[in-house]
T-cell receptor
Framework: DTEVTQTPKHLVMGMTNKKSLKCEQH?????MYWYKQKAKKPPELMFVYSYEKLSINESVPSRFSPECPNSSLLNLHLHALQPEDSALYLC??????????FGPGTRLTVT | AQSVAQPEDQVKVAEGNPLTVKCTYS??????LFWYVQYPNRGLQFLLKYITGDNLVKGSYGFEAEFNKSQTSFHLKKPSALVSDSALYFC??????????????WGAGTKVIIKP
C-alpha cells in the first residue's frame, strides 16, 4: 500500500469555526509533513513530524495546530482562520527522507 | 544555499512531439533530485528520482530524466507527449536537516500544455 489518504477532500469554513484535517498512511513511514499550496505555486512546508514528534515548524501561525496521535495519523486543527488561508493542504510521508509520497490534498475555503 | 530553478513558466508542444521540461539546481553536496507532477485539482504525484547511479533515470508514465553533474541539470523528458500529460511539473532537491526530516527545495513549477 503506497498511499497517503486525506480527509475531507473539500472543506468550507467560516472564520470562527474549528475544523480538522486528517491524514493517514500505512507504509510504516516515520516522517510526516503538512504543506500549504496556493494555485500554480510550489507547496510550502508547514510542519514536519519525525517519529511522532514535531521537528520542524516553519513559523506557521498558531491558528494552525498539528497533532500526530500515532505513527500512521497526522491531523491539522484549524481555528479562527483568515480568507488568505484558503488553499490546498497537502500531507506527505517519507521513510528515510529520500522522497515523499503525497496525499490528494484537502481543498480549504475560508469564508 | 540550496536552490532549484525551472526557467520556463510554460511549455507547449504538439501531441506526439518530444517534451522537455528544464530544471537546474544548486547544492553544496551530492544532490537528491525529484520530479513531481500535479494534474488539475489533484495532489502531487511522484514521477522519478535521482539518488545515485545511472545518470538516466526512468520513471512513471514514460518519463525519464537525465542527471548532468557538470551542468547541474536534471531535465525531464518524454519522447512522445500525450494530451493527458498536460499538467504542472515540479522539480525538487533534497535539503538535509536532521535525521529523517529531509526537506524538499522546490522549483517554481512549469505548466505543460500538450496540443492535440
Amino acid at each position: 500500500d503506497t498511499e497517503v489518504t486525506q480527509t475531507p477532500k473539500h472543506l468550507v469554513m467560516g472564520m470562527t469555526n474549528k475544523k480538522s484535517l486528517k491524514c493517514e498512511q500505512h507504509m510504516g513511514h516515520r516522517a510526516m509533513y503538512w504543506y500549504k499550496q496556493k494555485a500554480k505555486k510550489p507547496p510550502e512546508l508547514m510542519f514536519v513530524y519525525s517519529y511522532e514528534k514535531l521537528s520542524i515548524n516553519e513559523s506557521v501561525p498558531s491558528r494552525f495546530s498539528p497533532e500526530c496521535p500515532n505513527s500512521s495519523l497526522l491531523n491539522l486543527h484549524l481555528h479562527a482562520l483568515q480568507p488568505e488561508d484558503s488553499a490546498l493542504y497537502l500531507c506527505a510521508s517519507s521513510q528515510d527522507g529520500r522522497w515523499q509520497y503525497f496525499g490528494p490534498g484537502t481543498r480549504l475555503t475560508v469564508t | 544555499a540550496q536552490s532549484v530553478a525551472q526557467p520556463e513558466d510554460q511549455v507547449k508542444v504538439a501531441e506526439g512531439n518530444p517534451l522537455t521540461v528544464k530544471c537546474t539546481y544548486s547544492v553544496s553536496g551530492n544532490p537528491y533530485l525529484f520530479w513531481y507532477v500535479q494534474y488539475p485539482n489533484r495532489g502531487l504525484q511522484f514521477l522519478l528520482k535521482y539518488i545515485t547511479g545511472d545518470n538516466l533515470v526512468k520513471g512513471s508514465y514514460g518519463f525519464e530524466a537525465e542527471f548532468n553533474k557538470s551542468q547541474t541539470s536534471f531535465h525531464l523528458k518524454k519522447p512522445s507527449a500525450l494530451v493527458s500529460d498536460s499538467a504542472l511539473y515540479f522539480c525538487a532537491v533534497r535539503d538535509i536537516k536532521g535525521l529523517a526530516n529531509y526537506q524538499l527545495i522546490w522549483g517554481a513549477g512549469t505548466k505543460v500544455i500538450i496540443k492535440p
